[in-house]
């Protein structure tokens, strides 16, 4: 079965710091991969997702992430963070064969900014 | 154009009572998932409606159904409910042909509270 680690339950970062989120996932083949966030109160927001081609990938609010098969990872980046980043993220899979919406989601990261 | 709705946005019921929740997805979206948050197991997928049909389906017991309108609205139900049913559904939607390659739009979601 597919599963999604993300090794950093919370990660502090000061504003303007760059950041980097873990995720590993665990599949026979590439799946569909996702970045979620989620602030306070609020529903999920896709970031970016990859499905094939390049392997670095641009999302919204300047965040980036980079798929390598090698080490079945996922991360997520960001150079310079603002506090309206502070939210929990969520790391994704679906699917290689895309028989459908469901996904697989990691335990999720909080991030904190300090001004 | 309008977002996802969830009604209600809060439930409190008792156990063995059962619950209905309401999805409206965004217009002209065909495809509506729902998933269950919750702080121990995190986000789990619950099933998948696509044109009133379900297409796929998540680990859960039978007390947990679903069902989708012609006008794609969804309802899941959750029938004598438990303590552990406590958590924050969300659903989400998507055009639905294209499945993953779609963005799906999160709803702000129900919390239910079972006491």
Redesign the interface.
Known sequence: AQSVTQPDIHITVSEGASLELRCNYSYGATP?LFW?VQSP??????LL?Y?SGDTLVQGIKGFEAEFKRSQSSFNLRKPSVHWSDAAEY?C?V??FN???????????TRLMVKP | KAGVTQTPRYLIKTRGQQVTLSCSPISGHRSVSWYQQTPGQGLQFLFEYFSETQRNKGNFPGRFSGRQFSNSRSEMNVSTLELGDSALYLCASSPGLDKLKETQYFGPGTRLLVL
């Open positions: 569909y979620y109160g609020q529903g999920l927001q896709l997702k499905f969520f994704a679906g699917p895309n028989a459908g919406n469901m996904l697989t989601f990691g335990g999720g």
